[in-house]
């Protein structure tokens, strides 16, 4: 099974950017789509950003569209957030996480089997 540790997180003001980096180990990351998820304190968790396995193909959900690019590097078995633009309503606990199976990037948490432990991310005004 592959395993995921994310890093990037921290304190920025509001519209200054961050880049979250999740980075696999025990299987190559290629093998999975990979998506960003985050969960606020109070909050359900919810869908941030997925990626497909080549890199082709990225949804994100309406309130990121514009500010925020997931992307990944299969050689380096990292996957990327570049968050831009944050908000206030942006800070919260993100993880990456990794679908192994053949089907379209999903937005369902539940579809996905591998997750990081988290970072950080608070936005101050």
């Known amino acids: 099974q592959v395993q995921l540790v994310e890093s990037g997180g921290g304190l920025v003001q509001a519209g200054g950017s961050l880049r979250l980096s999740c980075e696999a180990s025990g299987r190559t990351l290629s093998g999975y789509i990979m998506g960003w998820f985050r969960q606020a304190p109070g909050k359900e968790r919810e869908f941030v950003a997925t990626i497909n396995r080549s890199g082709s193909v990225a949804i994100y959900v309406e309130s990121v569209k514009g500010r925020f690019t997931i992307s990944r590097d299969n050689a380096k078995n990292t996957a990327y957030l570049q968050m831009d633009s944050l908000k206030v309503e942006d800070t919260a606990d993100y993880y990456c996480?990794?679908?192994?199976?053949?089907?379209?990037?999903?937005?369902?948490?539940?579809?996905?089997?591998?997750w990081g432990q988290g970072t950080q991310v608070t936005v101050s005004s």
């Open positions: 996480a990794a679908d192994r199976a053949f089907r379209p990037p999903s937005t369902d948490w539940k579809n996905y089997d591998y």
